[in-house]
């Protein structure tokens, strides 16, 4: 089967998206349920609709976009991504899986091809942390990770909680109802950028994602005693960016020495009270990112890290506080998934190669409700979440193409 993709509509159609943004070009931010975050989820809808699709939202804004197949009662074949966008990020981090998996629906339907079980696209919701602390709430809340709570749980920097968002944006009902049931897709496939520099460095387009590294999450407050700056002596100090610091280099160490170069560690977030430079900082807020593609010495490194917080808190004389935000499973492909997408590849003659996502996404979650597997095209450097991030059209074509095939193949009722 001959997979055309219309190269210009696609690469058109992610610039046109970037467009609905809050921040100037090339830099693209559109948080989940702002003005600009609907403007683009109205502009997608439409493109849908103009294939011919048929369109349904769940009460927090999941879009599902379904080509109906010639059994429409067997499970559903389901790609997808998220449109959402970090605060000065780039145009290409799910979006390329979005309209990328409209674009292969429909070069799918250009070539005369008939799906028997129907071909489902998702628009995720909120798989960026930005708004509410917590990334994937969409595919979460389809797998069944997070409940109904989440609508009074879930509240962003400025105190309004998800369902007063989501409702305000015209998404209602409880939120049970997006809960969906592990015979619902028979597979699903995410194409994403790989935001790494190995396939652009080993001149490959195609990385088959084998399994998904586990990220988890935390809040570490440490509360110590401010001070003038050329007041207070040295040994009567309580510095709370002093026990940060030492704690920041603790977390690098424990997750440099696990043995495995898959253990990685970042601490993101560091906010100091009051902030002035002759002011001894009494209160420091760290945010802290664990990830392994093995849960159980991701685990390990958690473990240290709250010791390390005790510990570091008693010798200094300090009060603590720790909020887990989320401690999620590694997700595993499907071996028979990604046998066909190595079969695509050959099929489009473009070389591949196995590869793990060291980024969560939304396939982390769809894991746990159906077979999974992901699609990483090269991005230039390995740079994401930045203005400058880049995907070349011919890398974006061949990742529609193989995702097509794989599609097609998928969508066989056998």
């Not at 145009?91 to 339907?109: M, N, P, S, T, Y």
């Not at 424990?254 to 253990?263: E, F, H, P, R, Y």
């Not at 998934?337 to 939304?362: M, T």
Request: aromatic share 4%; proline share 5%.
């Amino acid at each position: 089967m001959t997979i055309a993709v219309d190269a210009e509509r696609l690469a058109l159609e992610i610039e046109e998206l970037a467009a609905f943004s809050d921040a100037e070009p090339p830099a693209v931010t559109r948080v989940v349920f702002s003005d600009q975050d609907l403007r683009a989820r109205a502009w997608l809808k439409a493109r849908c609709a103009q294939a011919g699709l048929t369109i349904r939202e769940d009460a927090v804004g999941n879009t599902f976009v379904r080509w109906k197949g010639l059994q429409p009662d067997l499970p559903a074949v389901a790609t997808g991504s998220h449109i959402d966008a970090i605060p000065h990020a780039g145009k290409f981090d799910g979006v390329v899986g979005v309209l990328g998996g409209l674009e292969a629906i429909r070069a799918l339907q250009q070539s005369d091809f008939r799906p028997e079980r129907s071909i489902e696209l998702i628009q995720f919701t909120a798989e960026e942390p930005t708004r509410f602390g917590v990334g994937c709430i969409g595919s979460r809340l389809l797998c069944g990770v997070l409940g109904p709570e989440a609508d009074e749980k879930l509240s962003g920097d400025d105190g309004e909680t998800l369902r007063t968002v989501r409702t305000r944006a015209g998404f209602s009902g409880g939120l049970a109802s997006v809960r969906l049931s592990r015979s619902h897709y028979a597979a699903f496939v995410e194409l994403h950028i790989e935001q790494g520099p190995i396939l652009e460095r080993e001149g490959i387009p195609i990385g088959i994602v084998t399994n998904i590294a586990a990220p988890a999450s935390l809040f570490v407050i440490f509360e110590g005693q401010g001070g003038h700056a050329g007041g207070v002596l040295m040994p009567d100090r309580h510095d709370a960016l002093c026990a940060a610091a030492e704690l920041i280099t603790r977390i690098e160490s424990l997750a440099k020495n696990t043995g495995s170069t898959d253990t990685v560690a970042t601490v993101g977030i560091c906010e100091v009270h009051p902030g002035a430079i002759n002011s001894i900082p009494s209160r420091v807020r760290l945010g802290v990112d664990l990830r392994d593609t093995d849960g159980e010495r991701r685990d390990e490194v958690l473990r240290g890290t709250m010791a390390a917080v005790r510990e570091i808190a008693q010798m200094r004389k300090l009060q603590i506080e720790t909020r887990m935000l989320n401690a999620d499973e590694p997700a595993i492909s499907a071996p028979e998934i990604v046998a066909i997408i190595e079969r695509a590849c050959e099929q489009e003659s473009l070389k591949s190669r196995r590869i793990v996502a060291r980024a969560y996404h939304d396939s982390s979650f769809m894991a746990q409700i159906a077979p999974m597997a992901m699609i990483f095209i090269p991005c230039r450097g390995g740079v994401s979440h930045r203005p400058d991030e880049y995907a070349a059209p011919e890398d974006i074509v061949a990742g529609v193409r193989v995702l097509a095939h794989t599609l097609a193949d998928l969508s066989r009722a056998h």
